[in-house]
């Protein structure tokens, strides 16, 4: 108990105050959405965030220019979001540690090209990317999925990498080696367990980037596809009314703001936590 | 020997953790004369080193504090002074070399730069050629072979005998009065050890410096030092003469350790060993901290902390078997 | 009697590459140099040497860590190049070590029973969870640490507990033949002499042999029957422990005996100390290694290797002036 006590009051209160709220509405967002997000309603097209207007709590936070309530559009938004960022980043780190990790261990020709891969890969911008991967896939959730697992894997495939070989020249790796064990059983047992935290470490930081490339994607019209609501698509398609309905652009900007936040402060604590030599990411 | 040049008082320095307080140094007392070396003793944790550090008073702050006692150099108490008279004394009357040369030299700057650095932060700031000979010189005493070509190397570029031995001369740089050198030889090859003790014994024979030597082998202060204090868990247990403490310990710890060493020329089936574990800070036992290890212990032992009772001229160890003799 | 461990004239290089994808091969790092040796069973030989002497690249050939250049390894008769994977996986139950830091010999986030244990697990001898426990607790029992541990991780014990659970670890799958690489020498003074006396127990017990490598003369004669003097690749001096420490031939060993700090205040060294750096096995200097630094060097020695000659009873000297130098001891 006294150990769990401690740990609480370590805990990135900030980043979880934060998150938390996203969370939920990603989660479960359908429940308490006032509105439906995608009932079209052109009667109230554009109206202001009511407690402005004095209208009461219908339209807390407006409506766009189709009358959908932003509210329940932001609320929303934060299921597709959540969605393509975590397993965007999962998959990512999925293909960049196995890379890194075989890369690391076994050294070698091997090595060098996978490197030269990653090298490669990574010096071509992230949007040129995406507009390649759009054009095979198509638009829509997937082609978002996989554009943030091809982008962001190369971060874990280094930096695994690197640790791999570090951690095989230490004594207990080599005496695995000399007790007779496997290769698979030293990747699994020995290396693994030491290189997870970085991993870790990148992921959390990783989905604030995440986000925001979701809403550059759907900025683009690359993203998720309507009626599926994201932040992103909301605020391309507040372009038009910036000047004029400012409440259309503000409220999904602010919402990704928040999400990007507290995903670096809890990403940041994660990784003081785990190992202050990864300051440098 | 020379007037005493160092006499600390009763030192008290504690480190406060979240699981309690940590006396590293628990009431220590010694001194150093002009020309002389010293050689403290002890294993790891045992507090040597937050010794070392409170002399200087580079206790790491505020984790650890000095809490007590005098440090008495040339008649002045360092621990009245304020930091910029202390940074005035560091380096400048009094220097420490520690374990690592590759940790004490900064690896992206040369040999040569940093060895003047000392200089300029000393006041000695001097025109180019002119530093750059007394660089060489400083060097060369130190027996860097061809010090004037090596001036624009890196440390990386060193060997390890060599890169303390350049710690060394800009430990010299200022000119000390007293040179504390912490386990300084403990990451060097047998060989290069040997000639860097001898470094310092010349060194400090040129100078008239004092010396204090902190090391966890009994072999090197019996060859460089002239008197001896052995610490156990924060505590001074035995000071002395070198030749007279190492002919018979007065503190069973000393003795033991003496013998547990296996020596050069004789075979022993088994080798006298001291059980247990040196003590965790944190979990002190009553009385004399020795006693669960020591194999001459007697009942007031468990009870009460032994105070240090006289051996001979200058001889001192604290342990209730002296007591003994006085009956 | 055969012996346990044979080295044959075993040499190992390591190419030194300038890096870029086409691997341009520069220099030669000639870590072992030439070295014969043999360790008969149940005796504890020992190989001394300050860094560079490679005596750190011979423990790793005979762990099978490394292959050699040239030469062989033999052990109990067969030789080791010719080994296949099975045989590998065979020679690893005969062969264990303890290497000098306890610490970072311990997986830090493995508790001590899967430490211990795991030689079993990975040469898949299939014990019950029951049994698997019961000689974990067997070898704790043998190395003198209580069951108490088992759950523990590594950075709850003591140095001293460390190097015992890594002794337990490298003797759980009964081996004839266990590497010992600076066994004591990162633990705490006090309690360096309850290991050696622990090891030699255990030796006795167990009837085992041990190849132990260190820079402690004082610590090596106690503990080994034959010992082997290593300079820059080179075994320069070999032969019975007590022989070789009564007459050191070599001008290095003298060197060496001379400079190891005793507890004897008052104590005139037999020789001046060694003047020079301890040359780099990248650019080893010809004829014979240890030429700069000798007092006693002459031409012959800039040119010429000298090669392992008895010059007493079960005492082997590298130097070409051995012959002068003895006759002035």
Known sequence: MKRFLRIA?????????????????????????PHDATLINPSLALRAPSWLTGQGWTYILGTDYLGRDVLSRVILGARSTLIVSVIGVVCAGVIGVFIGLFSGYLGGRFDLIIMRLV??????????????????????????????AIVFWTQYARVVRGETLSVKQRDFVVMARVEGCSSRRILVKHIVPHVIDSAVVIATLQLGTAVMLEAALSFLGLGVQPPTVAWGKMIAEARLYIATAWWLPTFPGITIMVTVLGANLWGDWLRDKLDPKLRQI | MGETLLLVEDLKTHCFTRAGVIKAVDGVSFFVNRGEALGIVGESGCGKSMTCASIVRLVPQPAARIVGGKILFAGDDLLTKDESEMREI??????????????????????????????????????????????????????????ENRLKDYPFQFSGGMRQRTVAA???????????????????????????????????????????????????????????????????????????????????????????????????KRLFQIGGEPPHFLNLPSGCSFWPRCHKVMDICRREYPPSFPVEDGRQAACWQLKKGDV | MQPLLELKEV???????????????????????????????GTSFALAGESGSGKTTISRLVLLLEKPTHGSLVFENKEVQQFTKQDVSWYRTRVQAVFQDAAGSLNTRMRIKDIVGEPLVAQQKRLSPKKLTEKVEEMLGLVGLSSAVLDNYPHELS?????????????????????????????????????????????????????????????????????????????????NTDEVYANPLHPYTRALFAAMPRPEPGRVKEIPALQ??????????????????????????????????????????????????SATM
Do not use: W
């Open chain 1, 9 to 33: 009051r370590e805990l990135p209160i900030t980043a979880m105050l934060l998150l938390f709220p996203v969370l939920i509405c990603g989660l479960f967002g359908q429940c308490f959405a």
């Open chain 3, 276 to 325: 020079g750096e301890i040359g780099s096995p990248l650019d080893p200097p010809p004829g014979c290694r240890f030429h700069p630094r000798c007092q006693f060097a002459v031409d012959h020695c800039r040119k010429t290797r000298p090669l392992l000659l008895e010059m007493r009873p079960d005492h082997q000297v590298a130097c070409h002036k051995a012959d002068s130098l």
């Open chain 2, 170 to 268: 800009m430990a010299i740089a200022g000119e000390p009065r007293l040179l504390i050198a912490d386990e300084p030889t403990t990451s060097l090859d047998v060989t290069i050890q040997d000639q860097f003790l001898l470094l310092l014994k010349e060194m400090q024979e040129q100078t008239n410096m004092g010396l204090i030597l902190v090391t966890h082998d009994l072999g090197i202060v019996a060859q460089t030092c002239d008197r001896i204090v052995v610490m156990y868990a924060g505590k001074i247990v035995e000071s002395g003469d070198v030749p007279r403490v190492y002919g018979g310990p007065a503190h069973p710890y000393t003795e033991a350790l003496l013998q547990a060493l296996p020596r050069i020329g004789v075979r022993h």
């Open chain 3, 159 to 239: 140095g001293g507990q460390k190097q015992r659970v890594a002794i337990a670890r490298a003797m759980i799958l009964n081996p004839s033949l266990v590497i010992l690489d600076e066994p004591v020498s990162s633990l705490d003074v006090s309690i360096r002499a309850q290991i050696l006396n622990l090891l030699a127990d255990i030796q006795e017990r167990l009837g085992l042999t041990y190849f132990i490598i260190a820079h402690d003369l004082a610590m090596l004669g106690h503990v080994s029957a034959q010992i082997g003097v290593m300079y820059l690749g080179k075994i320069i001096e070999i032969g």
């Open chain 2, 90 to 147: 560091r380096g400048n009357k009094i220097t420490m070399i520690l374990q690592d040369p590759l940790m004490s030299l900064n690896p992206v700057y040369t040999i040569g730069n940093q060895v003047s650095e000392m200089f300029k932060l000393h006041g000695r700031k001097l025109p180019r050629p002119t530093m750059k000979q007394k660089v060489v010189e400083v060097l060369t005493r130190v027996k860097i072979p061809s010090a």
């Open chain 3, 11 to 41: 040499y190992k290089y390591f190419p030194i590459s300038s890096g870029g994808f086409l691997r341009k091969k520069v220099k030669t790092l000639k870590a072992v140099d030439g070295v014969s040796f043999s360790i008969k069973e």
């Open chain 1, 119 to 148: 090298d490669m890969q990574m010096s071509m911008p992230a949007i040129l990317l995406a507009l390649l991967i759009s054009a095979a896939m198509g638009a829509g959730l997937t082609a978002v999925i996989v554009v943030i």
